[in-house]
């Protein structure tokens, strides 16, 4: 089994987003079972709460429900418990680093780079804006849920553990 951990700040707007495409993605996919996601954040401010009611309206227009997800902070044993920690911007790559034990540290990567969808990309945060800024983020994860689904695709083929 492969996990995945998206991280963005609060864990209600851009990783609730990327793990709603992810999870979609792969169960679509021959990966179904073979690859498990979640999500936290750099900060504790919202543990416990749902998403942003306007992350949840705009993975519904795309046929995913994220309603049920729940925010949390990223916690020590996630670098034990995920193969990879997948951040959503340089600022949370950052301090997801700074958390992050010496043997853990090649398995945090931006997102978007780790997918292969846009080098050195950065997901912005979409929490002051609007239908809009909510609509692109969604388009750069679910962009980076296809790309990851091809890469893992391909990883799991071969037999490398951690894709």
């Known amino acids: 089994m492969t996990r995945l951990l998206v991280v963005c700040l609060g864990n209600i707007c851009r990783s609730p987003l990327a793990e709603g495409a992810l999870r979609a993605r792969i169960a679509a996919s021959p990966l179904a079972g073979r690859v498990e996601v979640d999500s936290?954040?750099?900060?504790?401010?919202?543990?416990?709460?749902?998403?942003?009611?306007?992350?949840?309206?705009c993975a519904r227009r795309h046929?995913?429900?994220?309603?049920?997800?729940?925010?949390?902070?990223?916690?020590?044993?996630?670098?034990?418990?995920?193969?990879?920690?997948?951040?959503?911007?340089?600022?949370?790559?950052?301090?997801?680093?700074?958390?992050?034990?010496?043997?853990?540290?090649?398995?945090?990567?931006?997102?978007?780079?780790?997918?292969?969808?846009?080098?050195?990309?950065?997901?912005?945060?979409?929490?002051?804006?609007?239908?809009?800024?909510?609509e692109e983020v969604w388009r750069m994860v679910d962009a980076a849920a296809r790309a990851a689904v091809e890469r893992l695709a391909r990883t799991l083929a071969s037999g490398i553990i951690g894709a």
């Open 40 to 57: 936290a954040g750099t900060g504790g401010w919202h543990a416990g709460e749902p998403p942003d009611r306007r992350a949840i309206a």
């Open 63 to 134: 046929g995913v429900d994220i309603s049920g997800l729940r925010a949390r902070q990223i916690r020590p044993r996630d670098f034990h418990d995920f193969d990879w920690l997948l951040c959503a911007d340089a600022s949370n790559l950052r301090d997801v680093l700074r958390l992050a034990p010496p043997a853990a540290r090649d398995r945090v990567a931006l997102l978007l780079d780790w997918a292969g969808v846009a080098p050195g990309g950065q997901v912005p945060d979409p929490y002051y804006g609007g239908e809009d800024q909510f």
